[in-house]
C-alpha cells in the first residue's frame, strides 16, 4: 500500500459545480495534513492544512479529515476554470524524523 | 502565506558542467529544506532533506556525489548537480518547512536544461 493515495483522475466538472478530491494514507500515526495545487509547469502552492479531525473551510475550499477512516478530502465549492491544476494531497509521517509525503496528485479539468 | 525563492529560475549548460541552484526562504528561518525534482507530467520526486549546520539526507537512489547540497544558514540552501548530463534536465523545487509538524513552502522552480 502506498503511503499517500489519490485517484489520479483526470476529474472533470462543470463550471459551478463542486469538485470532490480524496486522499488516502497509511500512518494512523500522522498529525499533519495538506493540500497543495500545482499548476502545469508551475511549483505546488499550499491551499490549505488541516490538523484536526472535521472539516476546515477557507472561502471556495473545505478540507476534511477523518483519521479513524485514514482519509482526507478537499471540496471545492462553485468551481471555475482557473481551478483547473494538479491537486497534491501531503502527509506528514514519523519516519525518521518528520517526513511529507506526496501523493501522485488528482488532474482537475473544470469545464466552462 | 511564506515566501522562498529561488535562483535561477531556469539554466541552460552544457553536458559535463555544473551548475548551482539557490533556495531563499526570505521571510522564515527555515529548520529543514527540501530538494524535489519533476520530470514532465510526473510527480515530485523527493530528492533530500536539509537541515542546516548538518549533511543533506538524501533518498534512495539520489547519488550524493552528484547533487551536492549545502544548507548554509537558516535561510539558504543550494543545491549543486555536477557533471550534468542531458538526464538530468528535469525542474528542480526546493521547499522550507518552518518546523517539524508543519507544511512546506515551495519556491518557484529552476527548469534546468543540460545540452
Known amino acids: 500500500q502506498k503511503e499517500v493515495e489519490q485517484n489520479s483522475g483526470p476529474l472533470s466538472v462543470p463550471e459551478g459545480a463542486i469538485a470532490s478530491l480524496n486522499c488516502t494514507y497509511s500512518?494512523?500515526?500522522?498529525?499533519?495534513f495538506f493540500w497543495y495545487r500545482q499548476y502545469s509547469g508551475k511549483s505546488p502552492e499550499l491551499i490549505m492544512s488541516i490538523y484536526s479531525n472535521g472539516d476546515k473551510e477557507d472561502g471556495r475550499f473545505t478540507a476534511q479529515l477523518n483519521k479513524a477512516s485514514q482519509y482526507v478530502s478537499l471540496l471545492i465549492r462553485d468551481s471555475q476554470p482557473s481551478d483547473s491544476a494538479t491537486y497534491l494531497c501531503?502527509?506528514?509521517?514519523?519516519?525518521?524524523?518528520?517526513?511529507?509525503?506526496f501523493g501522485a496528485g488528482t488532474r482537475l479539468f473544470v469545464k466552462a | 502565506g511564506a515566501v522562498v525563492s529561488q535562483h535561477p529560475s531556469w539554466v541552460i549548460c552544457k553536458s559535463g558542467t555544473s551548475v548551482k541552484i539557490e533556495c531563499r526562504s526570505l521571510d522564515f528561518q527555515a529548520t529543514t529544506m527540501f530538494w524535489y525534482r519533476q520530470f514532465p507530467k510526473q510527480s515530485l520526486m523527493l530528492m533530500a532533506t536539509?537541515?542546516?549546520?548538518?549533511?543533506?539526507?538524501?533518498e534512495q537512489g539520489v547519488e550524493k556525489d552528484k547533487f551536492l547540497i549545502n544548507h548554509a544558514s537558516l535561510t539558504l540552501s543550494t543545491l549543486t548537480v555536477t557533471s550534468a548530463h542531458p538526464e538530468d534536465s528535469s525542474f528542480y523545487i526546493c521547499s522550507a518547512r518552518l518546523g517539524s509538524v508543519y507544511e512546506q513552502y515551495f519556491g518557484p522552480g529552476t527548469r534546468l536544461t543540460v545540452t
Open positions: 500512518d494512523r500515526g500522522s498529525q499533519s
Open positions: 536539509s537541515n542546516e549546520g548538518s549533511k543533506a539526507t538524501y
Open positions: 501531503a502527509v506528514n509521517i514519523r519516519k525518521g524524523g518528520f517526513k511529507t509525503i
